[in-house]
């Protein structure tokens, strides 16, 4: 294992080999876990080193990055190079997630957590961790053992193991994701959850002190989806989290940024004034923004795959250029990196055609597509 060729980061560059990798020819393991393949091709040239996204990013004081599976980080060298060269934060599209984490109820897994965060720390990332309190990606024991009774001592011993597990390793954490449902008809819009109906609305404040206890140093974030453009009902939710933002304030809850999801839809409303608005007030109050999940869903978008390339890089670049246009927006996460795994191609918005969703900065063989320049140019509006 001694006598392989060692690559430092700067040196990936990824190339004519990717495809063949990508279609599931490996490259020999280079010795350490984290040492990864070099691979060359005129087309990546413009993409990689100071062409990066994190070069970019880093040259404006940004975070940028992506959403990743981290047993393809070392199991699949394309996919491992391509999120070493791009990102300079990572964040775990499962793996940190109370299903991923909690095979029991009195057993906790790391495992495949601590791959990624191995992996960001052999590669100079930082890392976002997603999240401790959901009401989806429960395990299946869940519902049966936790109980009115038990409900807040389950949350809070969650908290106390995981993010002890994680702290002072965290760039930040989603405490709370997605609390806000304004279907579910309560006055303070809050979702029924299973964390609502069994411990009440103060699940949430419990949540956030419980992290600040844990991990005194990673910024706690809430999390939602839906608030982005001004459509009625993302007005509606904005406001709502907005009062839910506040109310934490008021009672001095620890509460340091917004991650605002970003799953945007090619063909719905521009994001535009209201979430401006929205972003300043919240840097008024004190708090970073994150833009956490971000991709562009075009399961509208018919015709010629340059069309649909088009209209997705435009969506990228507007919306991001106009957000890390406010100082206090700090760091862009794509959801994934590679239309190859892409969640849009499941059930719930998978295209009426057929054809794999192009959602993401490189596409489904690792070619950096036009969404990749678009959010490379949004991310250049930034003042440094
Ligand atoms: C999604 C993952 O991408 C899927 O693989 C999983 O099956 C379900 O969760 N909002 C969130 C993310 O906060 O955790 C979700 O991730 C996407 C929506």
Known sequence: MTSRRNFSRRTFLLGGAAASLAAGMRLPLL???????KLKGPQFADVTGPRSL???AQAVGLLVGCAVVPERLTGEPAYGSV??????????????KWQALRPAPDKFDFRSADELVDFAAAHGQKVRGHNLCWHESLPS?????VTKD??????IQHIQTVAGHFAGKLHSWDVVNEAIDLKDGRADGLRKTPWLEMIGPDYIELAFHAAREADPTALLTYNDYGIENDSPDSRAKRGQVLMLIRRLKARGVPIDAVGIQSHLTVGDPMPGAGLLEFVREMARMGLQVFITELDANEHKVEGLVADRDAAVAKLYHDYVAMLVAEPNVTAVLTWGITDRYTWLNGEKYARPDGKPQRCLPFDSDYQPAPAFFALRDAIDKRRP
């Open 31 to 37: 010795g350490e876990k984290h040492k990864l393949p």
């Open 54 to 56: 994190r070069a970019h």
């Open 83 to 96: 999120v070493a060269e791009q990102a300079n934060i990572l964040v775990a599209e499962n793996a940190m």
């Open 141 to 145: 024991w869940f519902a049966g053992t």
């Open 150 to 155: 038990n409900a807040q001592g389950f949350l």
